[in-house]
């Protein structure tokens, strides 16, 4: 909660997020929905680390624009791939 009122106060930004499914208070999925309705955060890539594997949860997350989704457990290398494809380097 506290990291999507800091975005939408601008005190906050992101080239990359990250984020879990299972979060109290705003799981993953709301937050992604919350950030990618802001215009600024639009095109801004998220990815989803979770244990979450089924196809619905990976739909909802395509349809809000949910960037990557990678199951727990995963590589290092697979992340660090993923994210150097993601920023471009």
Known sequence: MQLLEALQNGSETFDLLISDVNM???NGLELAKAIKSDDRYKTKPIIILTTEGSNEMKMAGKEIGVTGWMVK??????LVKTLKMLLGI
């Open 73 to 78: 457990p995963f590589s290092d290398e697979k």
């Open 24 to 26: 109290p208070q705003l």
